[in-house]
């Protein structure tokens, strides 16, 4: 079992940064990667960025050039979002992916005003 716990969101004026942290705790042996995806209301869940152990990152379109994903270890995974427009606006949730399973943190609010 792995747990995910999300802090650093909240409400910024349009053009700020924010920077989410996202800590995972219990069985973290062996996860694969960590990531960052969000939803907004209506809407699917998607991809934001995605770091493997190894260091390689994937990032959506959307976000290229303005957000940047980081890591302290296989375990603590950052995302650092400059430029952020209304847009951006959604929950985002951290996930680990561990032999093939799927963790996910219960959110963290980001409010981007106009």
């Known amino acids: 079992q792995v747990q995910l716990v999300e802090s650093g969101g909240g409400l910024v004026q349009a053009g700020g940064s924010l920077r989410l942290s996202c800590v995972a705790s219990g069985s973290i042996v062996r996860i694969n990667a960590m990531g960052w995806y969000r939803q907004a209301p209506g809407k699917q869940r998607e991809l934001v960025a995605r770091?493997?152990?190894?260091?390689?990152t994937n990032y959506a379109d959307a976000v290229k050039g303005r957000f940047t994903i980081s890591r302290d270890s296989v375990a603590t995974v950052y995302l650092q979002m400059n430029s952020l427009t209304p847009e951006d606006t959604a929950v985002y949730y951290c996930?680990?992916?561990?032999?093939?399973?799927?963790?996910w943190g219960k959110g963290t609010l980001v409010t981007v005003s106009s």
């Open positions: 996930n680990a992916i561990k032999s093939g399973s799927i963790y």
């Open positions: 770091i493997s152990s190894g260091g390689n």
